[in-house]
């Protein structure tokens, strides 16, 4: 079982740093909607990315309902960070 778990805190680990480096490039394109008065939610893009990941999901032998709510999870963070840039810089 050890062997397991430190398989398992390797995968938290790269999760972790993946998911650093996504939160870094979403950073960056709620600067880029701030200064170019845009909205902080994509509503289509969501879409786009919610279809893609439950493939991508069910490829993969993942629970696509799943993949679908983690993206929402991290989505609504992303929204929440760039509303919080844009009234930084009104
Ligand atoms: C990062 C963006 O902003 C928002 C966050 C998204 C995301 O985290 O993938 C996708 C769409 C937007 O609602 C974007 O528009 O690309």
Known sequence: MARL???I???DAAV???LAERFKCTQQVGHLKARHQLPPADPTREANQIARLRQL???A???PA???KLLNFIIAEVIRHHETIAAGEE
């Open 16 to 18: 972790v740093h993946m």
């Open 5 to 7: 778990r430190d398989s």
């Open 61 to 63: 032998k993942l629970d």
């Open 57 to 59: 999901a069910e490829n």
């Open 9 to 11: 805190d390797n995968i």
């Open 66 to 68: 799943f993949a679908e």
